[in-house]
């Protein structure tokens, strides 16, 4: 069966659109969709036959976890326990390309975070994913619809490229058209000791350390 591939406007999404891909990632199907770094695979990141699939689509090794969209700081709580630098750094980046890496709730399955302990969460600045996440009241996968070990995919075309027969797995296709940033989110963790870089990306780690060390300084104790 041909999968369907829907023009979607990312200043106004079609409501109706969004409802019918809400409703198949409800059912365990996986989509394309785009985010604020690239198209992603998206499913429901609660449901483990569907993350399954990701990694299957994926090619990847389920030792490599996958991080997850959420629509706002307080769905994260849901999801992962939060410490102060890491609402800091969502009230000054997200939406936005970054991922924090936080200790993961229980509701979180282990197959998404290869068994370990913490959970990757972001809030891509993308309304259509936004939307779905909103719609579905789930996390939702938002790891890149490409194969690994093969570049990011940017247009619907690249997706289809590096998926060849496997892209009829999909069940949905969102098209915004050639997405026009080219680059992945910058991933810290947050989840024991101090923030630590595990991937460089649009956000410089520079800008973020500086972030942080600001935010320490203006709640550092005057003496007395």
């Known amino acids: 069966m041909k999968t369907k591939t829907e023009k979607?406007?990312?200043?106004s999404p079609d409501a109706k659109i969004l409802e019918h891909a809400a409703s198949l990632i409800m059912k365990g199907e996986v989509i394309v969709c785009p985010t604020d770094t690239g198209y992603a695979f998206t499913a429901n990141?609660?449901?483990?036959?569907?993350?399954?699939?990701?990694?299957?689509?994926?090619?990847?090794?389920y030792s490599n976890p996958i991080h997850v969209a959420v629509s706002s700081i307080d769905?994260?709580?849901?999801?992962?326990?939060l410490n102060e630098d890491a609402r800091y750094l969502a009230a000054h980046?997200?939406?936005?390309?970054?991922?924090?890496?936080?200790?993961?709730?229980?509701v979180v399955?282990?197959?998404?975070v290869a068994g370990l302990n913490t959970v990757g969460i972001r809030i891509p600045d993308n309304r259509i994913i936004l939307r779905l996440v909103e719609i579905t009241g789930r996390p939702l996968t938002?790891?890149?619809?490409?194969?690994?070990?093969?570049?990011?995919?940017?247009?619907?075309?690249?997706?289809?490229?590096?998926?060849?027969?496997?892209?009829?797995?999909?069940a949905m296709v969102l098209?915004?058209?050639?997405?026009?940033?080219?680059?992945?989110?910058?991933?810290?963790?947050l989840s024991s000791g101090p923030p630590q870089l595990i991937r460089q990306g649009r956000i410089s780690w520079l800008d973020v350390r500086e972030a942080l060390k600001m935010f320490e300084k203006s709640h550092e104790k005057s003496p007395e």
């Not at 769905?75 to 326990?81: L, R």
């Open 109 to 112: 399955p282990a197959v998404l």
């Open 45 to 61: 990141a609660l449901d483990t036959r569907a993350v399954a699939k990701v990694f299957h689509l994926k090619g990847r090794a």
């Open 175 to 189: 098209d915004q058209g050639p997405l026009k940033v080219r680059d992945v989110s910058t991933v810290v963790d």
């Open 93 to 106: 980046y997200l939406p936005g390309a970054l991922t924090l890496v936080l200790p993961k709730k229980d």
């Open 142 to 170: 938002a790891t890149s619809a490409n194969i690994s070990g093969k570049p990011g995919t940017y247009t619907i075309e690249e997706v289809a490229a590096q998926l060849g027969e496997n892209l009829q797995l999909v």
């Open 75 to 81: 769905e994260a709580e849901k999801y992962a326990y």
């Open 8 to 11: 979607v406007d990312v200043a």
